[in-house]
């Protein structure tokens, strides 16, 4: 107290005197030692803090007009696509105004590789594409006003990507589009403020969805080094990992590619094998893990964690799953095929390649994003604009169209669409460097569409007193590793322990439970799950099956809304593996389960009064898929 004393009496004095300090009273103010010896530790808990305390949210798959499948129905340019990303009103391709609840924090525009730019040239008339006769022909039919040849066309333009050249070929086209997009990049990037990453897709395989988002960690003067790698380049997914080998070793920049829709691939996109079926060499696995560090494991075509059929003992293993065939409907699915088309399946296979050839291709964290062909990274549920311009909202876009197949049965439409999903990465500040780094370290989670807040670490020494900190990281980090990190070696006799955390999204649901996938690789060699309540919502009990009751439903359909009278604004634990075996690898990751709420044909059929057929769900659990965390024994 008696220090507290000369200081307000110093205070006093210093107003009275107008500021100026005598020589006596500066001599009776604390010194920096003095201060220092009032509080032995620093007083601030945050002083020296060297983590990520925030989560920024973005979609790393955005299309455009310049895109050429979506450019056929699309009129909306990159630049209105930042635009809307960072908050902005904008009017769609059809004359409605459109605008985020809350902007995003990121934005890859990833057009496609293939004919790159050429539908603005195309559609503004340009004279070589006109010269052409498939171009003159597109032309008229793109700009007859008909929709019925409006669709077909853009049909026979997304079916020309899958040929082994392109059906117009101008380099100049490419390269200038290509600058145009970096430099526009570079104008709406906004260190601290809006990140603006660079990328594209490269799409190939005609139906068996093989594609891959490319994203550069630098500016303009790194992607202009290159130009986009297409199918037409190649179309073996292999050849884009050494190409993007090769740009890194020649100019020194760096860049990553995120698969998606493995769901689509018709058994394809988790092989074992090589592309041509050869078996599967260490310097091709190690080449995948390191350009691969992430996979799209849910957005509007579908989800692709897991799979009914191969989770049978998980209740949340379907989620709009699209399934039939693959992506254009030309070759029906059958069950053989799924074990190498999802996310949670290919972690599992991946502990196997890992023990086989020392390296571990599907060592991926996951991710979220959109594939929305509409310049638009919508995906809310009450505000979600669709896959592609040909059918923005209006009362009958549930019943249209999106994907027209030779099978009707494999003809998708509207209502079939995901509503999802974005990216959320922890990292330090919201820059491109920042940001790719979060991601090639895999500290990244994926979401169907709220901004929920998760944590999730893993370590060895957890305990009930680090769930009790409105900062969970701080133990996070000091105990352990983050979502995307390896276990540390075993100390004798333990389990690992993970503390996992999250916080509902103010303008979604609360929160149902919170789950932990395990996988692991058993001693002669195959591979298990097992999914674990961890923690949840209304004192709820497992029963005699060891499963919770479902939290309830709260929905008002008719009016497309919900109470969240049911759930949690937030949950928090720490949870002990009680099954560990430490001979054995694994992974685990986090799955959290918002209480059901209005889905997105709900809200249209409310807004717009009609009655949609009884296959039409009208409700949704939205969810988050953190990436996993490994555990490798001692070899």
Known sequence: MKTRSVILSSMAALLVTGGCVSSSLADQLPTKDGTADLAKTQFSPYVGRDFPTKVYWGDTHLHTAVSVDAGTMNRIGQEDAFRFARGEEVTTTHGLQAKLSRPLDFLVIADHAEMYGLMPQLLSGDQDILSTEIGKRWYGELTSGDSDKLFSTAMEIVVSLSGDEPPIKSDKAVRDAWRNYTALADKYNDPGRFTALIGYEWTAIGGDNLHRNVIFRGDSSDANKTVPFSQYDSKNPEDVWKHLAAFEKETGAEVLAIPHNGNLS???????????????????????????????????????????????????????????????????????????????????????????????????????????????????????????????????????????????????????????????????????????????????YATTGPRMTVRFFGGWDFDENDTKTRLPAAAGYAKGVPMGGDLSAMPDGKAPTFLVAAAKDPYSGNLDRIQIVKGWMTSDGKTEEMVYDVVWSDDRKPGADGKLPPVGNTVDVENATWSNSIGEPEMITVWTDPDFDPNQSAFYYARVIEIPTPRWTAYEAKRFDVDMSDEVPMTTQERAYTSPIWYTPKS
């Open 266 to 444: 018709n058994g394809r996109m988790f092989r074992v094998e090589t592309f041509d079926g050869q078996p599967l060499t260490k310097e091709l696995a190690a080449l995948r893990a390191q350009y691969e560090p992430l996979v799209e494991a849910t957005q509007i075509k579908g989800d692709s964690e897991t799979h009914p059929f191969l989770s049978p003992n998980d209740e949340f293993a379907d989620y709009e799953t699209w399934d039939k065939s693959n992506l254009n409907g030309t070759e029906a699915k059958t069950d053989d095929m799924l074990q190498w088309e999802y996310t949670r399946e290919a972690l599992k296979t991946g502990l196997k390649l890992g023990d086989k050839l020392g390296v571990n291709p599907y060592k991926f964290g996951m991710i979220g994003s959109t594939d929305a062909h509409t310049s638009l990274a919508a995906v809310e549920e009450e505000n979600f604009f669709g896959k592609h311009s040909g059918v923005e909202p209006e009362p009958h876009r549930w019943e249209h169209v999106v994907i027209e197949a030779p099978d009707p049965k494999f003809t998708i439409k509207g209502w079939q669409q995901a509503a999802g999903g974005y990216a959320g990465v922890w990292a330090k500040e919201n820059t491109r460097e920042a940001i790719f780094d979060a991601m090639k370290r895999k500290e990244t």
